[in-house]
């Protein structure tokens, strides 16, 4: 989960500048945490405490309301409406990760992906971008090769997962579907040689950035089992301590290594 965190805080600088090169400084005065942080960290506590993700998620999208949500996820939060609204938006995706990390089959990983998603991204895009972060994530921390975590997800997904970051990069724009960003992000992982690679990659396809770094940071992060310590570092200080304290709880709990 802390991978998907230091994707989002170190692409969070570039979402609105995006760039074409994966030569850049990782963390800069303004990298902070975004609503991909912030929503992760909803997950993973509704996960914890055995509560409901609807009102986990609106709970902590209303603690920290400016934290860069999109508009109809803005609305929603803040209304009284318990019902989706159909999106097929990567929000679904950003979020996931712990539940790659919490659940021990394909079928459990899958079930609890679509029941994070629905809350808001009923679409049936909306919540295959999920499903498919989270069976990366889950593959992943499995010590599954690559090859056959590509495989299972063009197979399951239909997504076109045979093409590489530098393929990609020069035609590629900001895109918000997850759709058009989770295969993408995906890739940047599967075409990685460790951690701050895959995050390197995903940020410089040019597009939703702090979303691709943070979708392919947190499958990245189970895969080479944990972050580089001062990859951690720098993000912890950048996070309010009940985050922290929900991450070290998680990370306990499902035994996840840390630096």
């Known amino acids: 989960m802390l991978g998907a965190i230091a994707g989002d805080v170190i692409g969070s600088v570039y979402e609105h500048r995006p760039i074409?090169?994966?030569?850049?400084?990782?963390?800069?005065?303004?990298?902070?945490?975004?609503?991909?942080?912030?929503?992760?960290?909803?997950?993973?506590?509704?996960?914890?405490?055995?509560k409901g993700y609807l009102e986990t998620i609106k709970d902590y999208a209303r603690r920290y309301p400016n934290a860069g949500y999109g508009g109809h996820f803005w609305?929603?939060?803040?209304?009284?409406?318990?019902?989706?609204?159909?999106s097929w938006?990567?929000?679904?995706?950003?979020?996931?990760?712990?539940?790659?990390?919490?659940?021990?089959?394909?079928?459990?990983?899958?079930?609890?992906?679509?029941?994070?998603?629905?809350?808001?991204?009923?679409?049936?895009?909306?919540?295959?971008?999920?499903?498919?972060?989270?069976?990366?994530?889950?593959?992943?921390?499995g010590e599954v090769p690559k090859d056959k975590i590509r495989d299972r997800l063009q197979e399951h997904f239909g997504y076109d997962m045979e093409r590489l970051v530098d393929q990609i990069r020069p035609g590629y724009s900001f895109d918000v579907?997850?759709?058009?960003?989770?295969?993408?992000?995906?890739?940047?992982?599967?075409?990685?040689?460790?951690?701050?690679?895959?995050?390197?990659?995903?940020?410089?396809?040019?597009?939703?950035?702090?979303?691709l770094a943070c979708i392919a940071g947190g499958v990245a992060g189970a895969f080479y089992d944990g972050l580089p310590a001062h990859i951690e570092e720098q993000t912890r200080q950048r996070l309010p301590d009940e985050f922290l304290e929900v991450i070290d709880n998680f990370n306990h709990k499902f035994s996840i290594p840390t630096n």
């Open 75 to 86: 609305q929603w939060a803040h209304s009284d409406q318990l019902e989706p609204y159909n």
């Open 177 to 211: 579907s997850c759709q058009g960003s989770v295969p993408e992000a995906l890739i940047s992982f599967l075409d990685s040689h460790d951690y701050e690679d895959a995050i390197r990659n995903a940020i410089s396809l040019g597009g939703d950035s702090d979303t």
């Open 89 to 141: 938006g990567n929000g679904s995706a950003m979020r996931v990760s712990p539940v790659g990390f919490a659940y021990d089959s394909t079928d459990l990983v899958l079930e609890e992906a679509r029941r994070s998603a629905s809350v808001t991204h009923n679409h049936p895009e909306g919540i295959k971008g999920a499903q498919a972060t989270a069976l990366a994530v889950y593959l992943a921390r």
């Open 20 to 50: 074409k090169t994966k030569h850049f400084p990782l963390f800069q005065q303004g990298s902070r945490f975004t609503d991909d942080t912030v929503l992760t960290i909803a997950v993973a506590e509704a996960i914890l405490a055995d």
